[in-house]
């Protein structure tokens, strides 16, 4: 959380992440601010006098368990003691927390939103019948009857349209079985060196983006599965670049990726000379329109998380997450307790099994789904 603004924005994805764990997470939740000018990083009860009423309110909500990362450029003497007494309040707080977040307590959230949407099912069930109850006693012949059924079926076909769109026929069996990039996907490091993915290691800087026409770089922090092995199939993107030459992005069908301006979605989505992708011409992104899609088996996969959510991928700007309906902010916010777990603890998984924070993440992709049926915009 920052704490020189809070936007509608990031407002609404903490409400959004709570209603996503439900309201015995906020037992479990610690903030931590970021981009804190000196004075409230040595102070505390400054930083939460200068916070907006709402911060505030969510602070109590949590019972005022926060800290500040602090800005290295100011602290950036080895062994600061300021540096250290926030990374040892924040060890305290996770230690003070009686309880884990459990699978079950999780698991009421998610049965309480499958109630809800089952809710809406039967209203709208109930609906249809009642209006077509009305229609056939007010039919004047068979076939205005007919036309009748025929609205009635169409309109019953677009909601199973929009159900299937929203992944919920295939909920029960749904994994985060996407391979992500392939091996020889290209990344770039910190130091300027163009490298596979497969090559990639943990604390490893990778571009992924741009600020004032510079590239900003974002540290590899886990490994959501790998295997150097396994065959999958992939999607290739190709787009033309402004100097005229061929690109191509090897993700995929389900990964998530940034078109259009409004926020991310779908690989498998994407349509040749209509939708845009954003490319890097070596000082800012640029929307380039993608010009052939093609299926392609190739082995191993590799899928990074960084601590931005983004990365920069055979040149084209991806996020970090798949499968589920495409919420960059809203998965941004689901991850940063393990982003804070692995400051403290560094992560050395690596294996083709889903990693097991993102199973538990998964537990919850109805919840993310009814969100998608909803069209709530993907910018969330």
């Not at 950036?76 to 996770?94: A, F, G, Q, S, T």
């Not at 990639?200 to 790998?226: P, Q, R, T, W």
């Not at 150097?228 to 998530?256: N, R, W, Y």
């Amino acid at each position: 959380m920052e704490a020189t603004r809070f936007t509608k924005e990031q407002k609404d994805t903490i409400n959004q992440i709570v209603k996503f764990l439900g309201q015995d997470s906020l037992n479990h939740m610690i903030a931590v601010f970021s981009k804190c000018r000196k004075a409230p990083t040595i102070d505390p009860d400054l930083l939460f006098n200068s916070l907006a009423q709402e911060q505030k309110d969510f602070l109590n909500s949590i019972d005022n368990r926060f800290t500040v990362s602090p800005n290295l450029d100011i602290f950036e003497e080895p062994d600061d003691p300021i540096v250290e007494r926030h990374v040892k309040n924040l060890k305290n707080y996770i230690v003070d927390i009686p309880a884990f977040y459990t699978t079950a307590s999780f698991e009421k959230i998610r049965i309480a939103r499958e109630r809800e949407l089952q809710e809406i099912e039967e209203w709208e069930r109930k609906t249809e019948q009642f209006q077509a109850m009305i229609a056939r006693e007010g039919f004047r012949d068979d076939s205005e009857r007919r036309q009748w059924n025929e609205t009635q079926e169409n309109t019953k076909k677009n909601y199973d349209q929009l159900r299937a769109k929203a992944g919920h026929d295939a909920v029960d069996n749904m994994e985060f079985e996407g391979a992500c990039f392939a091996a020889d996907s290209k990344v770039t490091l910190q130091n300027g060196k163009v490298t596979k993915i497969s090559e990639l290691i943990i604390g490893d800087y990778v571009c992924c983006g741009f600020e004032n026409g510079k590239k900003i770089f974002s540290e590899v922090f886990l490994f959501i599965h790998a295997d150097h092995d396994t065959v999958a199939e992939f999607q290739l993107i190709d787009f033309m670049k402004q100097d005229g030459s061929q690109g191509t992005l090897c993700v995929t069908p389900e990964h998530h990726i940034f078109v259009n301006g409004d926020g991310t979605d779908f690989a498998k989505n994407v349509i040749p000379n209509k939708i845009q992708l954003f490319i890097s011409n070596g000082e800012k992104l640029v929307p380039v329109t993608s010009t052939h899609i093609s299926k392609e088996r190739r082995k191993g996969y590799y899928s990074p998380l960084t601590r931005s959510g983004t990365i920069l991928v055979d040149e084209v700007l991806c996020s970090c997450y798949a499968s589920a309906p495409p919420y960059q902010a809203l998965f941004n916010f689901a991850f940063e307790p393990l982003k804070i777990y692995t400051k403290i603890f560094p992560s050395n998984y690596l294996d083709k099994e889903i990693h097991p924070y993102v199973k538990l993440l998964n537990r919850g992709h109805k919840i993310v789904e009814f969100l998608y049926y909803l069209n709530i915009p993907r910018s969330l």
